[in-house]
Structures are given as C-alpha cells and as structure tokens.
C-alpha cells in the first residue's frame, strides 16, 4: 500500500513534479496535449518560474512531456502504448556506460573516508563484528538499507522484506530457486549475460525479447508467454537504453494483467544525471509484484560485493520457507560498515557529489 508518509517535507519542485505527473498518468492531461506554462504553475503553486522549471526538466528527462521550441509543453507519456512515434534503429555504444564510468575517476568513492569508517567500525564494534549475521543480514543493516530506499527511491518497506547477499549473480541465484524450474523468465536482448546463464543452469528458460529505442518492444513483450519479466529500466546493458515512462508503466501493466512478476534490476541507478533518481517499478506499482534488487559494487566498490532486493510481501513466507536456511554470505564487518555509510550520510554526500561532476559535463 503506498503512503505519503515521509513527504512532508519535500521540496517544491518535487511536489510540482509529482503533481503533475500523477494528472498525466490518470488522464487530465492526455498524450500530445499541451501542459500549463511554466509561469502559469509558477502563479498556481506560489514559487518561482526557475522552481516550475526545475519540476519540468525532470518530466523531460523521465519521459512524461516533452519540450517543442517556441510551443510549450506537450505530454509524451502513452497510457495505453509503448511503441514511439518515430523508430529509430538500435545501435550498441562502441563504449558502453559501464566503461564509461569505469573510466571516470571521480565516481569512485573516496578510500580516505571507507577507511576511517573501517577503523571506526574495529574500535567502537569490536564484539559486534564476530558475531555470526542473521541469514537475511544484520538487522542494523537492513534498517539503514530501508531508510535510504525511503529518502531516496520512495521505496517504504519494512526491513523484514530486505535480503542481504554477496552481489547480484549470488541474489540471482535466490530468486531463481524461489521462481522455480520449468518456469519462462522474459529478458532484454541483449542484456547482462550473466542473467541468462544463472536462470538456465537453474533449469529455466529464458524468453529473449528485442529492445527498442525506450524498452522492450511492444510486439515481443505481448507475444510472450513468460509471467517472470527480468529487466534493467535505469541504464539496460550493454546497450545503454534507459526505459521511458511510457515502457514502465506498460512493464506493470503486463504483469498486472497476467499475476506475473518483475524483476527490477537497478544496477548504477545512483549515477543518475537527473535531479532525483528515476522513479523505480517497486515505488509505481500498486500490485505485490516487483522484487527490486540492487548493489553497492559500483557505488562503492566492486571488491566488497554486498547487494540485497527487497521482496514483495506475498513473497516473504515463502522465501523463508524455501530459502530461509541459507546463511548471508556477506560477513558482518562490512554490513556494520555499509550500515554507518548509509545512516552518516557519507554515502549520500558521495551520490550527490558524482552526480553534480556528471552534470558538469566530467
């Protein structure tokens, strides 16, 4: 159930955004048709023409309007369609996004503070770190994991439905054992290959279904008889497609229609250029249908191989019951350690100060 919980405070140019973006999605605001002026919900909210601004930039960038020069406004978002005006042929990049940011310096989390939140951890938890991690992962952990969703994805979930595991191929693995052999899971083609060969070593099949210019392609992901639908919306690689919000809202609609269930892979989302991360499908669905999973890897580092998902409710029970056994593979040390990044802010400061270099043009 979603909630406005936590909101309160929020900025004004994201309560325009949200605004405006819930009377696109519901309708007022129909495809093609123009929008309000930027001074006219500037004069409507009370706040400046540059604040309005700032709200429409971020509607752009998700692909809920568009701007025509000298026009206005006008709504891109289709309710009831993923396909786009104009097609254009699918290139993959020479270099890909993950090369990209393997090659910028400057997103690399500074060694100065991990390590002084290393020798904090050993002085101050020296006890703590030699106990054995519940098999879900420490529940400090999970708590601070669940409060950073909250600030950051508008994902509000209680800890209990956070898994902790050493990376993604290892978090793959749960999920294909809870999803079950003989099962169809649905993929980006191309996508990460290691998803294929995780779920076909576990005895299920793969459907590979072609991207377009914003997503999977309409045609495919309709003809396919896969109710497990296993996607990359922030950043698919190696291609480098960033799903619209057109595609979003048509990948929960195909698994509302029929009881399937989305596997949300957010993968370098935090290297988000925008002014707020992308809108996640765990944070728009209003079905218990997406199992959303992420990694530190590439946020902080890739030898410390820490990733988790938070599961839909109607999964938890029987993911205990399945799954509940297997140890966390990740040691308790660098769960303490992740946990103080992410309640100090440290982490977030390191997110934020990424993202204004990537705008920069760095």
Partial sequence: ???????????????????????????????????????????????????????????????????????????????????????????????????????????????????????????NRENDILLKSPNNGIEEFRKAIAGYLARNKDIRVSPDRIIVGSGAEYLYNLIAILIGKGETVALEDPSYDKIRRVYEVSNIRCDLLPLGNDGIESNALNKTNARVLHISPFRSFPTGITSSASKRHEYIRWADKRSGLIIEDDYESEFSVLGKPVETLFSMAMSDNVIYLNTFSKSISPALRVGYMVLPEHLITKFNEQLGFYSCTVPTFEQLVLSELLSSGAFERHINRVRRKMRSGL
């Fill in 1 to 123: 159930m979603k909630t406005n919980a936590g909101r309160q405070n929020e900025t004004r140019y994201m309560q325009i955004y949200r605004h405006i973006k819930k009377d696109i999605v519901d309708g007022i605001y129909p495809y093609g048709s123009k929008i309000p002026s930027k001074r006219v919900i500037s004069s409507q909210f009370g706040v400046s023409v540059i604040t309005a601004e700032h709200a429409y930039d971020l509607l752009c960038d998700e692909g809920y309007i568009r701007s025509v020069q000298k026009s206005g406004y006008f709504v891109d978002f289709r309710p009831d369609s993923g396909f786009s005006a104009f097609p254009e042929e699918i290139t993959i990049p020479t270099t890909t996004p993950r090369e990209y940011y393997d090659s910028f310096e400057d997103y690399r989390f500074p060694s100065s503070v991990l390590s002084k939140t290393m020798r904090s951890v050993i002085t």
